[in-house]
């Protein structure tokens, strides 16, 4: 069992910079690989940024390539995605997941564990 929560959320103006932060409990967070995802008003919730168990493996949605960056400690048991030259278009509320298997992943059925979600709205 692993317990997600988000924190970083907010209101930003358009090319600005907000890191979200996802603590998780449970001893076998090294062994999880984590994800990010969001979800529009009236949209399907849609991948942003994975990475492996290691740390050393990232993929990230087309739509925010060059501009976020997913990381994690494990000494903090905390995954992070730092987001840059927000838009408009970036607004949704982002959620953390985390998957029993140690790939990166890109859907969210891979996800066995999930947060309850940050709001990060873009002013333009």
């Known amino acids: 069992q692993v317990l997600l929560g988000e924190s970083g959320g907010g209101l930003v103006q358009a090319g600005g910079s907000l890191r979200l932060s996802c603590a998780a409990s449970?001893?076998?967070?090294?062994?999880?690989?984590m994800g990010w995802f969001r979800q529009a008003p009236g949209k399907e919730r849609e991948f942003v940024a994975g990475?492996?168990?290691?740390?050393?493996?990232?993929a990230y949605a087309d739509s925010v390539k060059g501009r976020f960056t997913i990381s994690r400690d494990s000494a903090k048991n905390t995954v992070y995605l730092q987001m840059n030259t927000l838009k408009p278009e970036d607004t949704a509320v982002y959620y953390c997941?985390?998957?029993?298997?140690?790939?990166?992943?890109?859907?969210?059925?891979?996800?066995?564990?999930w947060g309850q979600g940050t709001q990060v709205t873009v002013s333009s």
């Open positions: 449970g001893r076998t967070f090294g062994s999880y690989a």
């Open positions: 997941a985390a998957r029993g298997g140690r790939t990166v992943a890109a859907r969210s059925y891979e996800y066995d564990y």
């Open positions: 990475v492996n168990w290691s740390g050393g493996n990232t």
